[in-house]
C-alpha cells in the first residue's frame, strides 16, 4: 500500500501563491504516476497534473502556465507550485498515486481557497 500525506493548503488572494506537497510512504517503488487533482462543492474531480519518473505527463487546461508539478528522484514527495491563482481555483486538492497495478491511492485533500 501507499499512504499519502498532503500538505501546504491556505488561503490566498487572488493574484498570489501556494505550494503543496505530498509525501507518499509505504510502497513506494511501486509508484508509476503521481499527480494532483482538485474538486470544487458539485463539480466533478478533474485533472491538475500528473508526473511520472520521465517528468511532468500532464497538465489540466485551466493552468495555462500558472502551475508547476514535481517531484524528487525517488518520487516520494509530489509537488504543486500554483502561481497567480484564481478564485476558480477554489477546490480541494488531492494528491494521487498510481501503481504498476493500476491501483490508485489518495491523500485526504487540502483546501485552497483563493478570495478575490
Known amino acids: 500500500q501507499v499512504q499519502l500525506v498532503e500538505s501546504g493548503g491556505g488561503l490566498v488572494q487572488s493574484g498570489g501563491s501556494l505550494r503543496l506537497s505530498c509525501a507518499a510512504s509505504g510502497s513506494t517503488l511501486t509508484i508509476r504516476f503521481m499527480g494532483w487533482y482538485r474538486q470544487a462543492p458539485g463539480k466533478q474531480r478533474e485533472l491538475v497534473a500528473t508526473i511520472d519518473r520521465r517528468g511532468p505527463s500532464n497538465y489540466g487546461d485551466f493552468v495555462k502556465g500558472r502551475f508547476t508539478i514535481s517531484s524528487d528522484n525517488a518520487m516520494t514527495t509530489v509537488y504543486l507550485q500554483m502561481n497567480s491563482l484564481k478564485p476558480e481555483d477554489t477546490a480541494v486538492y488531492y494528491c494521487?498515486?498510481?501503481?504498476?497495478?493500476?491501483?490508485?491511492?489518495w491523500g485526504q485533500g487540502t483546501q485552497v481557497t483563493v478570495s478575490s
Open positions: 494521487n498515486a498510481r501503481n504498476w497495478n493500476q491501483n490508485n491511492y
